[in-house]
């Protein structure tokens, strides 16, 4: 291991076993080796197009040049409450996830997440993976999802997993994603459920902070 990936895993505290030795494997060997291995990153891999470091995730992220994907990737496999919230001021829905449902709740209004403070949370289940799912969900809520500025404590932050549609809409993608999975302590708020019926809007992106871009999708109705 040379001394930039040595450094790399000490600054990011990172355990040494999640790293893998890619040097002289094909990139189909070293994801299969590193899935057997139980192995997150690998090092010495092709050098990336932008700064040409050699440390990549899974799925072949440079980790130097994104620092997010470490978490990303991390947060895969951990085990936690996956949430749908809504706010109605904003008429906006977010899929989340934590560890404490109820801190959660507090917190998103607390922090004035996406500029709202009536946040709260109408469903939520336990599963392990949550970083997989919350990733999967994403996908496909995407046509719906929007980015945010908001300012806590003085500093500017961006609220992504936020979606222009309705609760319905949002729990359906949930349900589909749950067919194969082991779930615990589903509980939903029903009666909070009604007051979420949202349009489901399409979001054309403009550029970071452009929210002006919003259409009604042709085919959709009022859920
Ligand atoms: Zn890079």
New binding site residues.
Partial sequence: MDAFTENFIKHHKLPKFYFFNAKGKTVIEVRKKMKKEGAYFAYNTTP??????RIRDRKGH?V??NTAYITFMLRFNESGYIYIAGTIDGKMMKIGSTNNVARREKSLNKSKYANCTDWEIIYYFFCTKIGLFEYKATCKLSNHSTKIQYKHDGVFHMAQEIYLCSFKTAYSVIKSLQENIEIKEETFFTYKAKRYNFRNLIYYSKGENSAQSLLPRNNSKKQ
């Fill in positions: 990336c197009k932008n700064g040409e470091h440079c130097v040049c």
